[in-house]
């Protein structure tokens, strides 16, 4: 396959706090971080997977108020529902950047899925 017609990868950056036991942020601290310049601009879809209901609560304030600069933030539940999301049943997870694959769902720093069109 030429260079060119190769599928670009989709970068996706979930960042899970599922094992996060507890978290000390007030609700305005979330929204002065809400307010603030993104620390990772781009369009690159980012998910918060949060099943605690205080801390999913929190994360669809950060999501709403910071909707203008961050449109590509999901807050989701569980990690399969990231994948579900983006239309990946099974993932399968590559190097990036010179790093080692990752075969854990809840491992994965940074996934890469090939583009399908």
């Known amino acids: 396959m030429q260079a060119s017609m190769r599928p670009s990868p989709i ?5 899970d706090f599922s094992n996060v036991a507890s978290f ?6 979330v929204r002065d971080l809400a307010h603030r310049t993104p620390g990772m601009p781009g369009a690159r879809p980012r998910f918060l997977v949060v099943p605690s209901t205080y801390m999913y609560g929190l994360a669809r304030m950060f999501q709403e108020i910071g909707s ?11 990690v399969d529902e990231a994948y579900t999301f983006l ?5 399968q997870f590559e190097p990036v950047g010179g790093g ?14 090939k583009a399908t069109a």
Not at 11 to 15: A, D, F, G, M
């Open 11 to 15: 970068l996706v950056s979930p960042l």
């Open 24 to 29: 000390n942020v007030s609700p305005q601290t």
């Open 68 to 78: 203008e600069t961050r449109p590509e933030v999901h807050i989701v539940r569980s």
């Open 87 to 91: 239309g990946v049943p099974e993932p």
């Open 100 to 113: 080692v694959a990752m075969r854990s769902r809840r491992q994965a720093p940074a996934l890469v899925r």
